[in-house]
């Protein structure tokens, strides 16, 4: 996969990308991550990417004929899936997206900024508008780098265990079950027997019940779904 990345502050982004699982994935060659400064495509002699509203009204907009230029100039060298617009109403952003997301092979992620961008960029190269939640960030790049990471994780060969992402919340519209590791006892604080038993499928019925009760008791409208 890889994923082109549009962004005023670009700097915003590396470090993520320098640890964790997103480093590893790059140094296994599962992923390539670009970033592109929306600066560097600006004719102006002050790298201008933004304007005043006509119309009047507060707050500055990106400027469609950088953006042009950055996306075009993408355009022309590969086929991508997916041309994405971080802002704040665009479709909510869940596993489900993340899970189909994954399988893409070159998606294109740009960063809104200021008071977002010139609505024709929208209209003429945006497929997919995404929002992480309701509330309104300085600027798109957190969301890009929790897109990011949601569905780097999800790439074959990723993980250690390629199993464990499908174990966890939302795979199944349920939140994942609670879980424990050594020691069995402490302060007299107890593992659930079963988890000891050595017995697989009743281990599994009882992870299944789990998040079943905890997903009712924490998030009944994903049983709903």
């Not at 005043?52 to 469609?64: K, T």
């Amino acid at each position: 996969m890889r994923i082109d990345i549009i962004s005023v502050v670009p700097e915003l982004l590396e470090s993520p990308f320098n640890a964790s699982i997103m480093k590893r994935a790059i140094e296994k060659g599962l992923v390539e991550v670009h970033f592109h400064n929306l600066r560097d495509y600006s004719t102006g002699s002050y790298r201008q990417v933004d304007d005043y509203q006509f119309g009047g009204g507060a707050g500055m907009v990106l400027m469609v004929e950088p953006i042009d230029k950055c996306i075009s100039g993408l355009k022309s060298q590969r086929h991508y899936n997916e041309i994405i617009y971080m802002t704040p109403d665009g479709e909510t952003f869940n596993q489900k997206t993340a899970n189909k997301m994954s399988l893409q092979e070159n998606i294109i992620i740009l960063c809104g900024h200021y008071k977002g961008v010139d609505q024709r960029v929208r209209d003429h190269f945006i497929t997919k508008e995404i929002s992480i939640g309701d509330y309104v960030l300085s600027g798109g790049e957190l969301g890009a780098l929790i897109v990011c990471d949601a569905i780097i994780r999800l790439i074959p060969g990723v993980l250690g265990d390629e199993t464990s992402a499908l174990t966890d919340s939302f795979q199944d519209n349920l939140l994942a079950p609670p879980v424990y590791t050594r020691p069995a006892s402490y302060k007299g604080w107890e593992v659930p027997e079963i988890l000891l038993s050595g017995n697989f499928p009743e281990i599994e019925q009882w992870r299944e019940d789990e998040a079943y009760k905890h997903t009712k008791n924490r998030r009944p409208d994903l049983l709903e779904n």
